[in-house]
């Protein structure tokens, strides 16, 4: 029993450690500053933004009662602990029972704890997700699509927002490209695993022959940057192109000149948004989608320098894929830079993501 007591200690201060790294006392602060803000009457006046700061401040109650919890059950196992020991002839089934829940405890905190491998400057932010169809034709398309749906779910999981800022439906099924805005704390955290080139082994539907084909699919993420960022566009750099809204949408969508192409001229970096109805309101948003893009841009560039310097090989983005998912003529998802892997292929696909994301997030941190 007394070995039980000083792990249950050992892991309350192990708890107490994690929530300073994580700044959960700047969390209550935030949390209590923003309580304020949406108490004011002109709070719901901009939709828009009432709902991100609701979902902001939800979010960061969430963490901050996660951590909570955990503490008192650990305290609350302790006093038992320490109950029991006080008796002169301690019930085994109890003190058994009393070390089980102890393992449940610590299985508990590493499942949050490695919320300290977010070390990077966004990742608390909000991301913003682009699926392009790579090659394999009508497979790559349909491929597009199947991985949209799997993001979508895991962002189900995690109770986060999702929003759709662009679309565009394949030829025959599928989609050539499509751009979603997901809101949520440590999205960006999570999802910058996933950038990068996914490839499909599977007996196509698409064949007659049911023969077997490899597709491709690229995944960018990149983070919503705060209004505050510093991140200068020059207009003479920007082409501004507008259009008729296509694929599914509202009457006033597909009727008017809504949609917006923003074109980075020293870049040749292409953003189009026609999620809204309004020109003016598709333009801030391409042009925020801009500015993160060219964050990513620039923060790519210096890795890659650093890289150099290090003597680092550097591959080629799109030559190499990040994960592999094969459907025949076995069950595999593998990622190849954790060599993490699973079976369950249908439990991925259905947005089971966060062993992946967990494993990158070690992986990054041993490669550093």
């Not at 599914?248 to 020293?266: E, Y």
Request: glycine share 4%.
């Amino acid at each position: 029993m007394e070995n039980l007591i000083k792990n249950l200690q050992d892991l309350r201060a192990r708890v107490n450690a994690t929530m300073d790294i994580l700044k959960i006392q700047n969390l209550r602060t935030q949390s209590l500053e923003m309580e304020t803000i949406m108490q004011s009457k002109d709070f719901w006046r901009d939709q828009k933004n009432a709902q991100a700061v609701s979902q902001k401040a939800s979010d960061i109650r969430q963490e901050i009662t996660t951590w909570d919890n955990l503490l008192k059950k650990i305290s609350d196992l302790r006093d038992l602990a320490l109950a029991v020991q006080a008796e002169k002839n301690p019930n085994t089934d109890l003190v058994a029972e009393l070390r089980a829940r102890f393992k449940e405890l610590t299985t508990e905190f590493k499942k949050s704890e490695f919320l300290v491998l977010f070390n990077g400057k966004h990742d608390a932010n909000n991301a913003i997700l682009t699926i392009h169809a790579g090659a394999g034709g009508v497979d790559a398309q349909d491929w597009a699509q199947i991985l949209e749906r799997m993001y979508l779910r895991f962002c189900e999981h995690k109770n986060w927002q999702t929003e759709v800022l662009e679309r565009v439906m394949g030829n025959e099924a599928g989609l050539k490209s499509m751009m979603i805005k997901i809101s949520g704390r440590w999205a960006y955290g999570f999802l910058k695993s996933e950038a990068g080139v996914h490839r499909l082994v599977r007996i196509s539907p698409f064949d007659a022959e049911k023969m077997r084909h490899t597709s491709f699919a690229l995944v960018e993420v990149i983070p919503e940057l705060p209004e505050t960022e510093d991140i200068d566009i020059k207009e003479d750099d920007l082409k501004i192109d507008v259009f008729r809204s296509s694929g599914p949408g509202g009457q006033g969508v597909n009727t008017t000149d809504s949609a917006v192409r923003v074109t980075h001229l020293p870049t040749k970096i292409v953003i189009i948004c026609q999620n809204e109805r309004s020109q003016s309101q598709n333009k801030e948003s391409a042009i925020k989608i801009l500015k993160a893009k060219l964050f990513q841009l620039a923060e790519t560039q210096r890795q890659a320098e650093e890289a150099k310097l290090r003597g680092e090989a550097l591959p080629a983005e799109w030559g190499n894929q990040i994960r592999s998912y094969v459907m025949q003529p076995y069950k595999m998802v593998k990622d190849h830079r954790t060599n993490f892997e699973t079976q369950n292929i249908d439990a991925v696909l259905d947005g089971y993501l966060s062993d992946f994301m967990e494993a990158y997030l070690s992986w990054r941190v041993s490669v550093k």
